[in-house]
C-alpha cells in the first residue's frame, strides 16, 4: 500500500482528500447543472485552460483532518458571499456626502481574513501549475500555526479587502496571480463574483482599496461593483486569444457525452 504525508501536519496517510483552493460552492453557483466551468491560468509565460468542472482542486494537499480544519473560515465566507450577493443579513449604508456609499455590514473581519489567507495558503500547497505564482514562505509560517489554534492572521498578516462583483462578467475565476511585482505587488484571487487583493509586501494594498481593509471593529465595509475592472479583465482574455479554440472543445464536451 502506498503511504502519502499530509503536507499540514506531515502525518502519513493511506489517502489524501480532494482540498479545494477555492470553495466549491461557488464554482458550483456559476457552473450551473452541467458544471460548464473552464479553469484559466498562465504557467511559464504561456496561457493554458482546462475543464475545471470539479472546480479548483488539488488531491495531493491534505488529509481528512487537516482538510477539515479549513471549513471553519471557509464556510463562513460562503455564507458572508451569500449575504453580500443578495443585500442579506445585518448591514447598513452610511450617511456621506458624495461619493459612492459601501454597504457596511455585521461581520467577522478576523474570519473572513483568515479565509483569505487559507486560500493562498492551499495555493501554496499545491505542486499543481497554476498555483506556481503563490510561492512565499511567509504565507506558510503565518498561516500553519492558526490552523491548529495558535493566533490569527489578522493579528500580524497582510492587508486584505474583499470586492463583490454582481454582474455576469463577475463570474469569472482566475488562479491566484501575483500583479504589481515591480511597484506595489498584490496577490489576486479572482474566484466567482469575490476577488481577494491580499497585500505581498510590507507596502500594503493600493491606495483606495487600502480604505475598504479587514479589520476587527465586527464591520465589514464591501465593495459592490456591476463589473470587473479593465486590468482584472486583461490577463482573462490575453489567455482566451490564445486558448479560444480549446475552450471551445471543453465547453461542447459535456454536451456530446450526455446525447450519447
Known amino acids: 500500500m502506498t503511504v502519502k504525508r499530509c503536507k499540514i501536519c506531515q502525518s502519513p496517510v493511506a489517502k489524501l482528500v480532494k482540498c479545494h483552493i477555492y470553495p466549491d460552492a461557488f464554482t458550483r453557483h456559476i457552473g450551473g447543472e452541467h458544471r460548464l466551468l473552464v479553469g484559466m491560468a498562465v504557467r511559464d509565460g504561456t496561457p493554458w485552460v482546462s475543464h475545471a468542472g470539479n472546480g479548483m482542486f488539488d488531491p495531493e494537499i491534505a488529509c481528512g483532518d487537516c482538510e477539515l480544519r479549513f471549513h471553519w473560515a471557509d464556510d463562513y465566507a460562503i455564507g458572508f458571499w451569500r449575504r453580500v450577493l443578495h443585500l442579506e443579513g445585518e448591514f447598513e449604508f452610511p450617511n456621506t456626502e458624495g461619493g459612492t456609499m459601501l454597504p457596511i455590514f455585521k461581520a467577522d473581519g478576523a474570519r473572513l481574513h483568515a479565509f483569505a489567507m487559507n486560500t493562498l495558503y492551499r495555493a501554496y500547497l499545491s505542486d499543481r501549475w497554476e498555483y506556481n505564482q503563490v510561492a512565499d514562505s511567509a504565507i506558510a509560517d503565518l498561516v500553519h500555526p492558526t490552523l491548529f489554534g495558535r493566533g490569527r492572521t489578522l493579528d500580524s498578516g497582510p492587508a486584505v479587502a474583499l470586492i463583490f462583483t454582481r454582474g455576469e462578467l463577475g463570474g469569472l475565476a482566475m488562479a491566484p496571480w501575483l500583479m504589481g511585482e515591480s511597484s506595489q505587488p498584490v496577490y489576486l484571487l479572482q474566484m ?48 482566451l486569444r490564445v486558448t479560444s479554440e480549446r475552450v471551445r472543445r471543453i465547453m461542447e464536451r459535456p454536451r456530446n457525452r450526455k446525447a450519447s
Open 192 to 239: 466567482p463574483h469575490l476577488s481577494l487583493y491580499v497585500a505581498a509586501s510590507e507596502k500594503g494594498l493600493p491606495s483606495g482599496i487600502g480604505d475598504i481593509a479587514l479589520n476587527d471593529t465586527g464591520a465589514v465595509q464591501v465593495y459592490r461593483r456591476r463589473r470587473p475592472e479593465r486590468f482584472e479583465l486583461d490577463r482573462a482574455g490575453e489567455v
